[in-house]
């Protein structure tokens, strides 16, 4: 089944099928790097807020975190790797953005 965005795509020829593969090659790789899953069960916890609550640390300090999986009842260990990256420029516009 085609998601909305391949339909809308697709409709008004906005992009290709060989874009449409690009774009789902990227969507699947952003959510494998940025998704938290059981290690034994594959259960995803990406989107469980209770689960990530105590995980979110601002500088990633706090290390692994040992959790047990409610799905499959084993341990696994989480740790938060915090990546930072940096806009830089001469001016900020009204807007409050930054630009060159």
Do not use: N, W
Not at 15 to 30: C, I, P, T
Not at 54 to 81: A, M, N, W
Not at 89 to 100: A, C, D, L, Y
Request: hydrophobic content about 25%.
């Amino acid at each position: 089944m085609l998601s909305l965005l391949q339909q809308m795509a697709r409709r008004g020829g906005i992009m290709s099928d060989e874009g449409l593969a690009r774009y789902e090659q990227m969507k699947k790789r952003y959510e494998e790097e940025h998704s938290i899953k059981c290690p034994h069960c594959g259960y995803d916890y990406t989107e469980d807020i209770d689960f990530l609550q105590d995980l979110i640390t601002y500088h990633g300090e706090d290390g692994p975190v040992k959790r047990e999986c409610g799905e499959c009842s084993k341990e696994f260990y989480v740790q938060e790797i915090v990546d930072r990256t940096y806009e830089v420029g001469k001016g900020i516009s009204v807007e409050g953005e930054i630009h060159e």
